[in-house]
């Protein structure tokens, strides 16, 4: 029986890669809220309650619940196997994998949680804030380039050669 090669180690992914990853799961993320959208405006305009608020309940009801939904699936990801769609197509993944339930909270509830708000006016200004400051922070975590969600959970985001 031949022996299987010491595994190298891990590669940190670059920041662009992780972004790109981010960026393809942000274009279902984002036809998922349009089709909320579309769905919760027709319902609140037939139940007649569409002006409350100034016509924006549609919209933040479809964002909480787009961000929520993608929360919850980067957790389920993060738990079942350590990478999303996005990553998996940038041949990145989250190392350890699988994580344990707690540690993926952890790493979800830096990002991408604070997306479920940022439909909500003024919260979306923080959320988007904060958004941005875990991306600079990445970028000047060298040579890991962790962001505070990984150090929090403890992970790293690394190349996937297999």
């Known amino acids: 029986m031949a022996a299987t090669p ?4 891990p ?3 670059e920041w662009w890669e992780r972004l790109v990853a981010r960026l393809i799961e942000a274009l279902v993320f984002g036809v998922f809220y349009y089709i909320l959208f579309i769905a919760l405006w027709g319902i609140f305009r037939t139940v007649g ?12 009801f479809a964002w909480v619940l787009a961000g929520l939904g993608y929360t ?6 993060l738990f079942r196997g350590g990478r999303t ?14 994580l344990g339930s707690r540690d993926a909270w952890k790493r979800v509830l830096g990002y991408p ?3 479920i708000v940022m439909g909500i006016p003024v919260l979306n200004l923080l959320a988007g804030m ?26 790293l985001v690394v190349k996937d050669h297999s």
């Open 6 to 9: 010491p595994r190298a180690d």
């Open 72 to 77: 919850v699936y980067d957790w389920v990801t």
């Open 130 to 155: 904060f958004v941005f400051a875990v991306g600079l922070l990445i970028l000047m975590d060298k040579p890991l380039q962790r962001g505070p969600h990984d150090r929090l959970a403890g992970t």
């Open 113 to 115: 949680a604070p997306a």
């Open 85 to 98: 769609f996005g990553k998996a197509i940038m041949r990145i993944r989250v190392e350890p994998a699988p």
């Open 11 to 13: 590669v940190p992914a």
């Open 49 to 60: 309650v569409l002006e409350l608020f100034g016509g924006r309940l549609p919209g933040v």
